[in-house]
């Protein structure tokens, strides 16, 4: 038998007072340091990181705990023998929070039988909580989110990449034969996600993202009814480490010219 999911108001309202606790005050006050992956980590990532882990483990034992802040051993063997996962990134977008720049969220997914089946993005610094819940829909701050069709094309649309990750030959394409009309990047995977399903942009792009960065928002997007695969026309959604490439539009016309133009300069 399939176990009861926790409540989905008392996660949102768990998430958004740690996040207005333990982000927000340290916002524009703290230094960072780096970590092994170049990555920044701040005092803010590990004290929301401690703060959630013992709220969850407190209200449901009986749910494994998986962070970004935890090793590469840990996170393979939690995904490999855990039926019911926690997946939380504390702070995604902290090279924007070191940089002052106000571009950042709180990121919580739950997984059951390797699949995501609620998941909470909260931006402190708007106070916007988007929210999903697979098979009964997506919110922003309780409202529901449905995806749209813009009415563009493709030469007039706004574009969210993510260059880093990308192919040279790709970067190329992108930079000199642009199929869009201009182009953003936020620095923060889970905001951006979160957008795409509220209707904020037209079109996206990512290299290569990490579990805890797309685990909210393939089931955020689903829900709201939008498009999503990989480079290579898969799935995204994997319960695995290994990085996985992003393709995004609430558009479905936008979508297939978007996947068009990356399939034939990839």
């Not at 970004?68 to 997946?87: A, F, G, I, V, Y």
């Not at 993202?209 to 089931?219: E, F, P, R």
Request: glycine share 8%.
């Amino acid at each position: 038998m399939t176990a009861m999911l926790p409540n989905r108001i008392v996660l949102e309202n768990l998430i958004r007072q740690v996040a207005q606790e333990e982000i927000l005050p340290r916002f524009n006050k703290i230094s960072y340091s780096i970590k092994g992956d170049g990555s920044l980590l701040t005092e803010a990532d590990l004290a929301t990181d401690q703060r959630l882990q013992t709220s969850l483990a407190e209200r449901y034992p009986d749910i494994a705990f998986l962070s970004e802040e935890m090793s590469r051993q840990q996170q393979d063997e939690l995904l490999q023998n855990s039926d019911r996962l926690w997946c939380l990134d504390p702070l995604d977008g902290t090279s924007n929070f070191a940089a002052g720049i106000p571009i950042f969220a709180c990121s919580l997914a739950l997984f059951e039988q390797g699949e995501v089946v609620m998941g909470f993005t909260y931006d402190p610094i708007r106070d916007e909580m988007f929210t999903a819940v697979r098979g009964q829909g997506a919110w922003l701050n309780g409202e529901t989110l449905k995806c749209i069709s813009s009415g563009f094309k493709l030469q007039t649309a706004v574009a969210i990449v993510d260059f880093k990750r990308l192919s040279s030959r790709l970067q190329y394409a992108l930079l000199n034969h642009a199929p869009f009309s201009s182009q953003r990047n936020l620095g923060s995977c889970v905001l951006e996600w979160a957008w795409m399903a509220a209707n904020r942009g037209h079109v996206y792009l990512h290299g290569g993202m990490k579990l805890w960065d797309l685990a909210v928002g393939t089931l955020l997007l689903s829900e709201a009814g939008g498009y999503a695969s990989t480079l290579e026309g898969e799935t995204i959604f994997r319960a695995k480490m290994q990085p996985r490439s992003v393709v995004i539009s609430p558009d479905k016309q936008l979508f297939e010219a978007w996947r068009k133009f990356l399939n034939e300069n990839g």
